[in-house]
Every structure is written in C-alpha cells, then in structure tokens.
C-alpha cells in the first residue's frame, strides 16, 4: 500500500501578508510585506543595514527600502516608530482569512488522478478554524480529481517562531509512524497504529524541511533509542523483511519538472554512523526538551472554543467543566489558587484574573498583543 503525505502549503497558495500597524489602531495596516520577506527579517539577514525596530516587544533589523518607506507613511500618520508593531491578522483573523484568494495548485497531485492511494495533509489546526473555506476548497479539488482526503494529520507550529528543524522532526515522525505501524510519542515508539505503508511519499515545498526529512533514519535512531527493546526487535524484523520505502517530493516551480525526488529504503541499520549524525541525534534531545518547556501547552487545542471558569496554581490553569489542566507561559508566584476566566479561541487560551492576564502559549500572547496592545484595550478583562 502507498500513501501520499502533504504538506498543506504544497496544495495551495493564498496571497496574504503581515501588516506593520499602528498599536492604536491594529485593525489597519500602515504597510503589508510578506511572510517570506517578514522570516528574512526574523532571522536578522538585514542586521548590516542598522535600521533596528522594537515590534511587539522584539528586535527587528529592517532593509533600508522597507525603513525609508516606513519612515514616510509614519511621518504622514504622525506615527512614532515606537508606537509600531506586527500583526499577523491575515493569517489569524477568520473575519478576514475567509475573503482571501486561494488558489489551489492541482498540479501538485494530478499525476495522482483516480488512484486508490490513501490521502493525508498535514497542517495546523489553527490553520483549518482560520481557513474554512480553502480546506474545503482544497477537498472540493481533490474529489474532482477522484481523491479522497483520509486524514488531516495536526501540528502545531507557530506562525511567530518558525524553527525548521523542530517541524521536519515533527513531521519525521508522522511519516515513520505510517511507514512502520508504531504510534510515536514525542521521543518513543508506542503501540501499533492503525495503518501502515509500504510506500510513503511526501510533499514539501521547502527545501530546509525536506533537507532534513532526507535523513529520516537519524529521527529513527532517537527514537529507538528511548523506546521499549521489544517494540524495537518487532520493528526491526519488519524493516528487514518488507524494507519500507519513503519517496521525498521537494515541489519546485519548474513545470517541465515539477518535484525533486529522493527515495529512502529502510533496510538494513547502519552499522557504522557518521559523528555528524550522533551530533544530529544528540541534538533531537535538546530541542524536544525546549519545545516543551517553551511554555506552551497543546491540551488547549482539544477543547471547544469558548468560555470556561476555573482557578489558577502557579504556572498551572485548571478549569472547573469539562475538568482540565494546563500550564501557562507566565504564571503567579506565592499566592494562594484564585479564580480565572479562560478564554478558548482556535486552540490558544488567554486566562484573566483580578489583576491581569496569562496565555497557554506565544502565539496566545502575540494574537492578543496584535489584537488589543494593551490590557486597557481588552474588554474581557473589565467585565
């Protein structure tokens, strides 16, 4: 059996950008630029260029035709640079993503016209409650191609911090839990799943992601490494006997050939591995750690959007019904539990108590921040 993973973004394209807005008035955008251009902005390629900005709180170095612009139309608004900040509405706001033009790239899966290939697509759930429309967009495509969408497979990934190495692990061990028939937690193999594929082929249109997916047997290793040995024996003779195969599809631009290919039989384990890969291995550990003690706390994402009631303990928020506990990024020292309104909106919670506020994750926190600015602004908070 095959199976075809996608990457939602290699399926569709939607023209939608961030906005540089006045904190005062975040619902209009002073200047839009896109998430590319935004990520080489995040990434500090324009720091040569000295044009240092404080947006939301963080650095940004801006590229000299992007600041002199932005000078202008502050001093138009009678805006002070200070007084800037990053909104990602676009990609966030449903009130807005809906009017937003898809395009969907059928030419990513008609070569799987008619094909009884089991379907999955990866992506965000937050992405799936801010984009209805281009998901069922997306469906509607693929049936009439003779496709069937079996599973919508959920990660989460912040639009705020893209770290390429955690998703193509992320995305590492989803494809080895459909290749070997283990479910995977975190960093260990559990038990069997409910599907498994001789054949897995996965589409990416980035190339760091699929760089990293390439070397899908170092994922393998750490978590073979932390899992039980009889499980492992069990895998191994699997692999040794039907030698699974993973086929990586880079999705390019050029028309005449349209995927860069890279085939990975699982066979027989390398006896002998390169320093590098050990280093790759030991380094799985420390961004796993990281990932988890960044503060955020996925639990929220099974829960209804909506309000709830409950009480707050230290760094942890529990909520009265349906029972739940979850951490938050910032938390309330040396004080006794006190009671907290919590806010549930496409997985991200925001608690409100007596005297201020806590988030269930960064993007909790930068979806608030971009929406009110300031705690004076919200109006949960006053009621």
Not at 216 to 228: G, L
Request: hydrophobic fraction near 35%; proline fraction near 3%.
């Amino acid at each position: 059996m095959t199976a075809h993973i996608f990457d939602l973004e290699s399926l569709l394209h939607i023209e939608q950008y961030a906005w540089i807005v006045d904190k005062a008035n975040p619902n209009i955008p002073l200047m839009k630029i896109t998430e590319s251009d935004l990520n080489l902005i995040k990434n500090g390629i324009y720091k040569s260029h000295g044009n240092l900005v404080i947006f939301n709180g963080k650095k940004y170095y801006l590229p000299n035709n992007l600041m002199n612009e932005l000078k202008i139309r502050s001093k138009n608004q009678k805006i002070g640079l200070s007084n800037l900040g990053i909104s990602m509405q676009e990609f966030l706001n449903d009130n807005i993503t809906e009017d937003l033009k898809v395009d969907v790239l059928k030419e990513n899966f008609n070569h799987l016209k008619n094909t009884t290939d089991d379907i999955y697509i990866i992506c965000t759930k937050l992405f799936t409650r801010t984009h209805t429309n281009a998901i069922k967009l997306v469906e509607k495509k693929l049936e009439d191609a003779g496709l069937k969408v079996k599973q919508f497979i959920y990660i989460n990934k912040s639009l705020y911090s893209q770290d390429n190495d955690l998703n193509a692990f992320k995305k590492s061990t989803i494809i080895l839990e459909k290749m070997l028939g283990y479910k995977i937690a975190v960093d260990k193999f559990l038990e069997k799943g409910d599907m498994c594929y001789d054949t897995v082929c996965y589409y990416d249109d980035k190339f760091p992601i699929i760089q990293n997916i390439n070397r899908i047997d170092d994922v393998y290793e750490f978590v073979r490494a932390h899992s039980d040995k009889n499980i492992v024996n069990e895998i191994h003779e699997y692999i040794n006997k039907y030698e699974p195969k993973l086929i990586t599809h880079l999705v390019t631009t050029n028309k005449f050939n349209l995927f860069e290919k890279k085939e990975i039989v699982f066979s027989e384990f390398k006896k002998i591995r390169m320093y590098e890969s050990f280093t790759r291995i030991e380094a799985f550990g420390k961004m796993i750690k990281e990932s988890i003690n960044s503060g955020a706390d996925p639990k929220v994402v099974n829960l209804p959007d909506g309000e709830y009631t409950g009480f707050i303990n230290g760094y942890t928020t529990t909520i009265d019904s349906p029972k739940y506990t979850f951490k938050t990024t910032n938390g309330l020292r040396n004080v006794a539990p006190i009671k907290c309104k919590i806010i549930i909106k496409n997985g991200h919670a925001v608690v409100y108590h007596k005297d201020g506020i806590l988030f269930s994750d960064d993007d909790a926190r930068n979806i608030w921040k971009d929406k009110y600015g300031n705690i004076n602004n919200d109006p949960e908070f006053k009621k």
